[in-house]
């Protein structure tokens, strides 16, 4: 997998006048960099860590990542931006990461959210020559955060109710949609919620891991879809 943007690579490792090598991250909130509050860091967001472990592994590659994530978007919302925000740009990669809105659906909302990635990944093959990696969620609150939660936040009761979508299998059930859509298409898939289920397995708090104590992963646990993708462009581990 992946065989044509690692050609790519090393096209333009070759010969400095080929075009970059250029990456599109498609998501939400998480992609798009938002950590406490509706404040960005563009630096410890999964897809920058992910340009410099790129840059690490080929010095002599120029990439540009696309940040492509839009706070509080789901797959819908992602497929109707595709002509805007992806197809004009005509990256070799793109990752696709949603979930985590999308999973206020409900049991009942896992078919659109479904029908939304197929849409996605139909259309990007159809009108690029991208390839495509499927991120699943990061895990959401299992019990209350206390301080880290937002005023506004605690008097929505989002804590209560993340709660019972990470707690009741719920957003497990949204990221074995996205492997479904996957393999599918034959894609490959960094997953991250079965890495934060291994933590949990292994006794993390995994609430602790939350930046805004709901659903926002902190700067170090940005590193997990980055090194996943990162073994997924990078096999050998040459890094």
């Given at each position: 997998m992946l065989e044509r943007l690692r050609r790519r690579i090393e096209e333009k490792t070759a010969d400095q006048r080929a075009r970059p090598v250029?990456?599109?991250?498609?998501?939400?909130?998480?992609?798009?960099?938002?950590?406490e509050r509706v404040d960005y860091d563009f630096v410890a967001v999964y897809h920058a860590r992910l340009k410099g472990l790129l840059e690490a592994r080929w010095p002599q590659c120029i990439f540009n990542v696309l940040n492509?994530?839009?706070?509080?978007?789901?797959?819908?919302?992602?497929?109707?931006?595709?002509?805007?925000?992806?197809?004009?740009?005509?990256?070799?990669?793109?990752?696709?990461a949603f979930g985590l809105n999308d999973s206020g659906?409900?049991?009942?909302?896992?078919?659109?959210?479904?029908?939304?990635?197929?849409?996605?990944?139909?259309?990007?093959?159809?009108?690029?020559?991208?390839?495509?990696?499927?991120?699943?969620?990061?895990?959401m609150n299992s019990r209350d955060a206390g301080d880290a939660v937002a005023p506004n936040?605690?008097?929505?009761?989002?804590?209560?109710?993340?709660?019972?979508?990470?707690?009741?299998?719920?957003?497990?059930?949204?990221?074995?949609?996205?492997?479904?859509?996957?393999?599918?298409f034959g894609c490959p898939v960094a997953d991250v919620y079965r890495a934060w289920e291994d933590l949990a397995q292994a006794g993390v708090d995994t609430t602790a891991?939350?930046?805004?104590?709901?659903?926002?992963?902190?700067?170090?646990?940005?590193?997990?879809?980055?090194?996943?993708?990162?073994q997924w462009i990078d096999p050998a581990g040459e890094r």
């Open positions: 250029t990456i599109a991250a498609l998501g939400d909130s998480v992609t798009a960099g938002v950590f492509v994530g839009v706070n509080g978007d789901s797959a819908p919302g992602g497929l109707a931006r595709l002509e805007r925000d992806v197809i004009p740009h005509q990256p070799d990669l793109v990752t696709i659906g409900g049991e009942a909302g896992r078919t659109r959210f479904a029908d939304a990635l197929r849409g996605i990944a139909g259309t990007l093959r159809e009108r690029t020559e991208a390839e495509l990696l499927f991120l699943t969620p990061s895990f936040h605690r008097a929505a009761n989002l804590p209560a109710l993340f709660a019972e979508r990470q707690n009741s299998g719920l957003l497990a059930h949204y990221a074995e949609e996205v492997r479904t859509v996957a393999a599918e891991m939350l930046a805004n104590g709901l659903n926002h992963p902190d700067r170090e646990a940005h590193r997990i879809p980055a090194e996943l993708i990162m």
